[in-house]
């Protein structure tokens, strides 16, 4: 099993007591890709400090770490999918050490029954947890270095087009789909852009969008050719998460037959199917009444709901970046990033 020295030890509470701090502190929620890099750092920490003599143990410690991070920051459903990640990393870079660079995998004449005990010896083998560290930490740095390049990506498979009337919501809280508009606006010359505002008073959106309230969604729809909604999580079936409101807006596009996309870079995809993610989230986002109410209104509670789960049906595709992806095939780039004996530990 992993032992960890005292000082050590130290350091990793520190560490890990920092980082679930920082995922829930204040009131206003990090974008995504900040805690997805938060999220990264921390597991590179953690591998450089941890003690462990094979890939088991290795798996055992970032479990312990990620079972206490959704423990306390349990609507942050990002922290699990990196976490995930660098746990099928890890056991790539076992079997890497294990085969070698050079060596040759298997012979494409062998037998089934050859291949089938090859892949047996393989998994119980391990190698080293002194010759994964070095490997597991370079890889893990390009876990970074890919969610570093995701808004490139994301922008460059634009589907935007000339004379588009675009309609988005949640610009002033979405950094991707902000970056989305100002390059397409560089190279395409847009209609009109208009930005759903959840309040009458609310014109946070960028300049060169017009704003719009969200009750004149179904009527602004009839001039409206596309329409982009940020995503905070794509779950198997092809749903997905995303900022209260899209729900009624995507009903509006379906009604009139406008096609809804969805910006969805790789660590949003969860490899779970969550029925009731919009009410785990929005349960941590009630509004506390003050004092003097909370005598005469202690049998009442007030939703403050922060997500919509919106269905597959209602969308027409995601654009990751990794390309332009069907709802309905939102399950294919689960193996991707993620490797299916972690997918059934219980966390």
């Known amino acids: 099993m992993a032992q960890v020295d005292a000082p050590a030890a130290h350091d990793i509470n520190e560490i890990r007591t920092t980082f679930v701090h920082n995922l829930a502190k204040g009131h206003t929620r990090e974008n995504s890709l900040k805690i997805a890099q938060a999220t990264v750092n921390y597991i590179r920490r953690i591998i450089a400090l941890e003690k462990y003599e094979n890939i088991e143990d290795l798996l055992n410690v970032l479990r312990t770490h990620l079972r206490y991070s959704i423990s306390l920051a349990p609507t942050e459903l990002v922290v699990r999918n990196i976490f995930l990640i660098a746990m099928k990393l890890a056991r790539e870079e076992n079997m890497r050490v294990l085969v070698g660079v050079d060596k040759e995998v298997g012979n494409p004449y062998d037998s089934l029954n050859t291949l089938w005990k090859a892949e047996e010896n393989s998994a119980n083998a391990s190698a080293t947890g002194k010759k994964m560290r070095k490997g597991l930490a370079a890889t893990i740095k390009e876990i970074l270095v890919e969610l570093d390049s995701s808004r490139e990506l994301i922008v460059s498979r634009a589907v935007l087009q000339l004379n588009d009337t675009v309609l988005t919501y949640g610009v002033s809280s979405s950094p991707t789909l902000r970056f989305f508009l100002e390059s397409a606006r560089r190279t395409i010359k847009m209609r009109q852009i208009l930005s759903v505002s959840s309040q009458l008073d609310d014109h946070s959106g960028p300049d060169f969008t017009s704003s719009i309230s969200l009750r004149d ?119 991707d990033y993620y490797h299916p004996e972690d997918l059934t530990e219980e966390l």
């Open 217 to 335: 969604v179904a009527a602004a729809m009839t001039d409206v050719t596309k329409v982009l909604l940020p995503v905070s999580v794509v779950f198997p079936d092809g749903s997905a998460l995303m900022p209260a409101g899209s729900l009624s807006i995507a009903h509006a596009a379906a009604r009139h037959a406008v096609p809804v996309y969805g910006l969805a870079a790789f660590y949003k995809i969860a490899p779970y199917y969550s029925a009731d993610a919009a009410s785990a989230v929005n349960a941590q986002a009630g509004i506390g009444l003050p004092v003097k109410l909370a005598d005469s209104l202690r049998h009442r509670v007030i939703l403050s709901p922060v997500f919509d789960v919106v269905p597959a049906h209602l969308l027409s595709l995601y654009i990751s970046n990794s390309g332009a992806v069907l709802p309905s095939h939102m399950y294919r780039l689960i193996a």
